[in-house]
């Protein structure tokens, strides 16, 4: 089972943050939080991963809390092509049969213009 | 970045006939690959995970042999749907991660589209 919450939808306006929550209350202290995003009849496609320090790369920022229970996934910018559904997933880096992404319902961000 | 293939991206046959999918990681090695099923309106499944020279682990309430997976080298793994039915009509997605790096993140291939009439 998936151990994240997300909720299932959210709007953005074009050009503006679009700011995605997470809740992983049940995070372990090796597990790392992924995000992915699938746009419509795609695979999904990897955005950023964290595991307690905040991220950054071209794509988003990920801002993890101290107790790492939560987290939140930010476009800085969102366009019309940012709409997809976004996956929170938690996981451990390294550890075999464990080492799988489990996707959860993720959410349907769509971006509007 | 690292690049995973899928082919063919749709297939549309007939019930009781197979179906061979495959999913090649392009510019890195892969003793893992993972296959996924996702049916409309619905998120990823995890079906099994294929390794390299190894059998394959297969989730709970998978079929292995409805759903046989060879996993040959360290770029190519198969998945073929045996016997067909419209049932098994879904979006089939597969998975790798650059087994020379641990810590990289799994990249997916595009997809199948599977429709069984």
């Known amino acids: 089972d998936a151990k994240t919450t997300q909720p299932p939808s959210m709007d953005c306006a074009e050009g503006r943050a679009a700011n995605l929550p997470c809740n992983h209350s049940t995070i372990s202290g090796n597990e790392y939080v992924y995000w992915y995003r699938q746009i419509h009849s795609q695979g999904p496609q990897y955005i950023i991963h964290?595991?307690?320090n905040n991220e950054t790369n071209e794509m988003a920022s990920l801002i993890i809390t101290e107790d790492r229970k939560s987290s939140t996934l930010i476009l800085p910018h969102a366009t019309l092509r940012d709409t997809a559904v976004y996956y929170c997933?938690?996981?451990?880096?390294?550890?075999?049969?464990?080492?799988?992404?489990?996707f959860g319902t993720g959410t349907l961000l769509a971006v509007q213009p | 970045g690292a690049v995973v293939s899928q082919h063919p991206s749709w297939v549309i046959c007939k019930s009781g006939t197979s179906v061979k999918i495959e999913c090649r990681s392009l510019d890195f090695q892969a003793t893992t690959m993972f296959w996924y099923r996702q049916f409309p309106k619905q998120s990823l499944m995890l079906m099994a995970t294929?390794?390299?020279?190894?059998?394959?682990?297969?989730e709970q309430g998978v079929e292995k042999d409805k759903f046989l997976i060879n996993h040959a080298s360290l770029t190519l793994s198969t998945l073929t749907v045996t016997s067909a039915h419209p049932e098994d009509s879904s979006f089939y997605i597969c998975s790798a991660r650059d087994s020379e790096s641990g810590g990289q993140p799994q990249h997916f291939g595009d997809g199948t589209r599977l429709s069984i009439l």
């Open positions: 294929s390794n390299e020279g190894s059998k394959a682990t297969y």
């Open positions: 997933i938690v996981r451990v880096l390294y550890g075999g049969a464990t080492n799988k992404l489990i």
């Open positions: 964290g595991l307690k």
